[in-house]
Nanobody, 124 residues
């Protein structure tokens, strides 16, 4: 049974940092692309970042480039999202998701397995 569990959310002031973790079980990261998505109240879910299993390449939505970094630890079966210089507009529930193909896409409908989400709040 494929399972993803996020952790690391919380409340921070603007300019602060958080590190999200996504622990996967039931499959290995070698064969699945993993994406991070977020959904703010009243808004559609948005693809934030993704890491492939083919060549470990990464993608980011423009609004987080230079501030967020996605990485993975194969031995721990964990994908991370390091978030720096956080802004109030980063406030959302963050989800990790798995795609049973090695290449990333930004469409949430392409991902078949999802975590329960973790809340990130950026406020002064």
């Amino acid at each position: 049974q494929l399972q993803l569990v996020e952790s690391g959310g919380g409340s921070v002031q603007p300019g602060g940092s958080l590190s999200l973790s996504c622990v996967v079980s039931g499959f290995t990261l070698n064969h699945y692309a993993i994406g991070w998505f977020r959904q703010a109240p009243g808004k559609a879910r948005e693809g934030v970042s993704c890491i492939t299993s083919s060549d470990f390449s990464t993608t980011y939505v423009d609004s987080v480039k230079g501030r967020f970094t996605i990485s993975r630890d194969i031995a721990k079966n964990t994908v991370y999202l390091q978030m720096n210089s956080l802004k109030p507009e980063d406030t959302a529930v963050y989800y990790c998701a798995a795609r049973a193909l090695r290449i990333c896409t930004r469409y949430d409908s392409d991902y078949g397995w999802w975590g329960q989400g973790t809340q990130v709040t950026v406020s002064s």
